[in-house]
T-cell receptor, first 109, second 112 residues
Framework: RKEVEQDPGPFNVPEGATVAFNCTYS??????FFWYRQDCRKEPKLLMS???SGNEDGRFTAQLNRASQYISLLIRDSKLSDSATYLC??????????FGAGTRLFVKA | NAGVTQTPKFQVLKTGQSMTLQCAQD?????MSWYRQDPGMGLRLIHY???????DQGEVPNGYNVSRSTTEDFPLRLLSAAPSQTSVYFC???????????FGNGTRLTVT
């Protein structure tokens, strides 16, 4: 079983839609969590950190459920420019950062 | 702000050749790492360093060597290239464990 698992998608949604990505992690000792965005043939870039209390950044909301070892990312009012791959990331300590394989999102006009 | 700089951007090697991928960061980060990214596999850690003179193996270290003589530089050496090493390689750095990673632009390597 992979340490961080994501639905690979692709998710195909129209502009303006709300889309949710889910991610599970297997190591209960994981300490911090992130969502990264990766555009085609580019490097991953930090989208947002994920906190137990949940956090929001504009149209993006991230949630963490430690009991279920589950992380989510909600994108509201999808834009064409949101089309990318979204990577779920867990830091398990000792400089060990584990990436999920990513979920592809296509937003269409 | 240069951030993390990787060179070259593209490279084609023949089986058995050796080469070094360069990585430099100007953020005074202690932690640096190398990942490879293959379709459907996500990013996998090759080697990492927590400071000058200190390196350790990640998930897929075989066929690769690293060294860290300065805080800024963390080169990755392919000793004898194999087609299985065809991949996209990313160098990353962070200020401390648990902090977000800053990535370089990547090196696309093809081994024929």
């Amino acid at each position: 079983r992979k340490e961080v698992e994501q639905d690979p998608g692709p998710f195909n949604v129209p502009e303006g839609a709300t889309v949710a990505f889910n991610c599970t992690y297997s190591n209960s000792a994981s300490q911090s969590f992130f969502w990264y965005r990766q555009d085609c043939r580019k490097e991953p870039k930090l989208l947002m950190s994920v906190y137990s209390s949940g956090n929001e950044d504009g149209r993006f909301t991230a949630q963490l459920n430690r009991a279920s070892q589950y992380i989510s990312l909600l994108i509201r009012d999808s834009k064409l420019s949101d089309s990318a791959t979204y990577l779920c990331v867990a830091y398990t300590g000792g400089f060990k950062t584990i990436f999920g394989a990513g979920t592809r999102l296509f937003v269409k006009a | 702000n240069a951030g993390v700089t990787q060179t070259p951007k593209f490279q084609v090697l023949k089986t058995g050749q050796s080469m070094t991928l360069q990585c430099a960061q100007d953020m005074n980060h202690e932690y640096m790492s190398w990942y490879r990214q293959d379709p459907g596999m996500g990013l996998r850690l090759i080697h990492y360093s927590v400071g000058a003179g200190i390196t350790d193996q990640g998930e897929v270290p075989n066929g690769y060597n690293v060294s860290r003589s300065t805080t800024e530089d963390f080169p990755l050496r392919l000793l004898s290239a194999a087609p299985s090493q065809t991949s996209v390689y990313f160098c990353a750095s962070s200020g401390q464990g648990g902090s977000p990673l800053h990535f370089g632009n990547g090196t696309r390597l093809t081994v024929t």
